[in-house]
DNA sequence: CATTTTTTATAATATCTACTTATGAATGGA
DNA sequence: TCCATTCATAAGTAGATATTATAAAAAATG
């Protein structure tokens, strides 16, 4: 069995309601834009499938019958979730309606992308979004399985079906009170973290990752006194003197600085963390490609 | 252009629903009864029309995008609204519900037809019927235009397009009150009408030609005091002594007798009066088809 | 009352749609 | 690595949906 339709033809219910405004078959052909017998032909079609006349015909006389008149209403609500449907599509498409869902890397989360969101909100104000932050690991897993549409994340690798352009250049950087020895230095050797107290993040954040592997590669150890989960404790426990803190560069930007801290370059080391915006190739979701645009702009 | 269609397929629309429920296409088309590609096409085809994606392809897996998601519910609203239109006619043609728009010539409509209307509403409490009465010329033309699905009317003619069963046989009859001297007789001469005042209905009604006609061609000629347009009216005079009424039998029998007015028949006349049924060969309409069939038994 | 005009229905036909089966490709598990 | 599962694609077919052309019937007109 093929051409087989379960329920009645919406075009023919289409056709029946403008027969019945119009009160005859060829003003309503002209009204829908097709050919007269176009119009006959649906009527008849739908006559036969409901089994019962919907017009009386007198004549040339088109008048409704009273099983017309019943099914009047019940085709008009056919037809108006329809138009609605695309109504609602469209709407989709003109961002002027629809959701994204992005993920970001908590630190590009917490520090950078608060000001595209805002942005993006003040562009497109009836776009939801939702944010989720969290591990790069975790966000690849959830961006592959469709989860999320976008994703600001370090790159692990080339994902097969997806895109990415780089985001944000970051570098890790030494920070300081303002009344410790080195705050007058642009930079200082990495040998010398081994001297001062270190405060750095949790062994399995990326920021500390990035850190251990280039002091490794520097044939350097270091031994951390205080682990944090959080860029925001590391810099209170610094500016308590607690110690020399490690984090990322946007953690002590202007906008986001606390108290005076000091930040300084590690001499010959290369620490840069690169976040990059990875979404599907097709994505398909205006309103995601409008906050992607956005966030690459 | 042919094939052309203007919105979006419903059964497009109801592979989506499925496959959002069922979560594979697979098991969607199982669920639907039809094969797995042809399932596929139509998500394609859908999400083509919309310009943008409904789910999310990773691997095997089908995940709804933002997009799908919002889309949804207009969706299951397009495929309920068909939904109910069909029941809505299914139940127009189970008789659970439905309207008849009847008419009957004024005699039949008041005197005849309501106890078939109060059996069919115990048949089929759910159906709506509008009775009209009027005369049978109005009637008829109300049914040849469409207006109508039933009538009780007096022939006049074969009606193209309509078929016909006779309904009530009736007779015009002379009454007079039980006081009266002819209070006893089962019939009269003709003759004998043009001695007494004489009360009838109006001239533009039925009743009132068939006297005439008949009388015309006996070679008679009456003169009525009253012309009444109502037999109701005519039984009150002729009980209060203002005459002797020429009424249709209906209206004296048992069940409608008002008083002791006696009804003798004129010797000799014939004046049957015969109420057809008129019905369109094809009437499409069920609720009007039970009608007539309760009429008619 | 015959003729013309208007309007709907039918016929023949072409294209497009909506299925089918057969097959390929990719994923996930053993 | 192989196998099973699942989705996508290709090719083919019956049916649906339009078209144009034409007939038939009803109203309008002279």
């Not at 629809?98 to 104000?125: H, N």
């Not at 007058?184 to 592997?213: C, D, H, N, W, Y």
Request: some cysteine; proline content about 6%.
């Amino acid at each position: 069995m093929n051409g087989r339709r379960p329920f009645p033809n919406p075009q023919a219910l289409r056709v029946f309601l403008c027969v019945a405004q119009e009160g005859s078959v060829g003003r309503a052909a002209l009204s829908l834009g097709m050919t007269q017998p176009g119009v006959s032909q649906h009527l008849q079609a739908l006559e036969t499938q409901i089994g019962q006349a919907l017009f009386h015909r007198q004549g040339r006389r088109l008048v409704l019958t009273k099983t017309g008149q019943d099914l009047l209403p019940q085709a008009r609500r056919v037809v108006q979730a329809l138009e609605e449907f695309v109504q609602a599509a469209q709407a989709l498409e003109r961002l002027e309606r629809g959701r994204v869902e992005i993920g970001a890397a908590t630190t590009m989360a917490v520090y950078v992308l608060p000001r595209y969101l805002t942005e993006f909100k003040r562009l497109y104000p009836e776009i939801r979004i939702k944010l989720e932050s969290g591990s790069s690991e975790r966000l690849t897993q959830r961006l592959l399985q469709g989860e999320l549409e976008l994703a600001v994340v370090e790159a692990v690798e080339h994902l097969e079906g997806f895109e990415r352009q780089l985001f944000y250049e970051d570098e890790l950087v030494v920070i300081v009170p303002p009344e410790h020895p080195w705050a007058r230095k642009e930079e200082i050797a990495p040998e010398q973290l081994a001297e001062v107290p270190l405060i750095v993040r949790e062994p399995g954040a990326m920021t500390f990752r990035v850190l251990g592997s280039a002091l490794e590669q520097a044939g350097l150890e270091v031994n951390p006194i205080f682990y944090t989960d959080n860029h925001e404790v590391t810099k209170r426990l610094v500016l308590e003197g607690a110690g020399v803190g490690i984090v990322s560069s946007v953690v002590v930007r202007p906008n986001v600085r606390v108290g005076n801290l000091r930040a300084l370059r590690l001499k010959g080391l290369e620490l840069r963390r690169l976040f990059w915006l990875f979404y599907p190739k097709e994505l398909g979701n205006p309103a995601a490609e409008a906050l992607k645009n956005t966030l690459l702009s």
